[in-house]
Nanobody, 126 residues
Framework: QLQLVESGGGLVQPGGSLRLSCAAS????????IGWFRQAPGKEREGVSC????????KYADSVKGRFTISRDNAKNMVYLQMNNLKPEDTAVYYC???????????????????WGKGTLVTVSS
C-alpha cells in the first residue's frame, strides 16, 4: 500500500528555518515526480515546489524562490523541503505528493498528482 508521511513541521520564528521530510512507502520513488504543496487557513491549496522523476527539472512558486529547496533521496524513498528565511505568510499545512505522469512546470499544479500525504503544520510566528 502506497503511503506518504510528512514530518518536520512546527513553530518557528520569522527568519528561521525548517526541513520537512516525506517518507514514501509502497513505491519505488525513482519513477515518480514529487511535489510539495501547502494550504493556509481559509485559503485554497497551492503548489510550492515540484521535481521531475529524474531530478533534472525543478520548479518553485514565486513566493518561495530563493528560500525553499526541494530534494529527494531515492535510495531512502525520501523527499525533503528545506525552508529558509521563513515568513508569517508561509504558515500552512504542507503536503507532499507524488505522481508517475506529471509535468513539473512553473505553476506547480496540483492537477496530476496521484498520491498525497496527510500534511504537517508549519507555523511561523514570533
Amino acid at each position: 500500500q502506497l503511503q506518504l508521511v510528512e514530518s518536520g513541521g512546527g513553530l518557528v520564528q520569522p527568519g528561521g528555518s525548517l526541513r520537512l521530510s516525506c517518507a514514501a512507502s509502497g513505491l519505488t520513488l525513482d519513477y515518480y515526480a514529487i511535489g510539495w504543496f501547502r494550504q493556509a487557513p481559509g485559503k485554497e491549496r497551492e503548489g510550492v515546489s515540484c521535481m521531475s522523476s529524474s531530478g533534472g527539472n525543478t520548479k518553485y512558486a514565486d513566493s518561495v524562490k530563493g528560500r525553499f529547496t526541494i530534494s529527494r533521496d531515492n535510495a531512502k524513498n525520501m523527499v525533503y523541503l528545506q525552508m529558509n528565511n521563513l515568513k508569517p505568510e508561509d504558515t500552512a499545512v504542507y503536503y507532499c505528493a507524488v505522481a508517475v505522469y506529471y509535468y513539473c512546470s512553473g505553476s506547480v499544479s496540483l492537477n496530476g498528482m496521484d498520491y498525497w500525504g496527510k500534511g504537517t503544520l508549519v507555523t511561523v510566528s514570533s
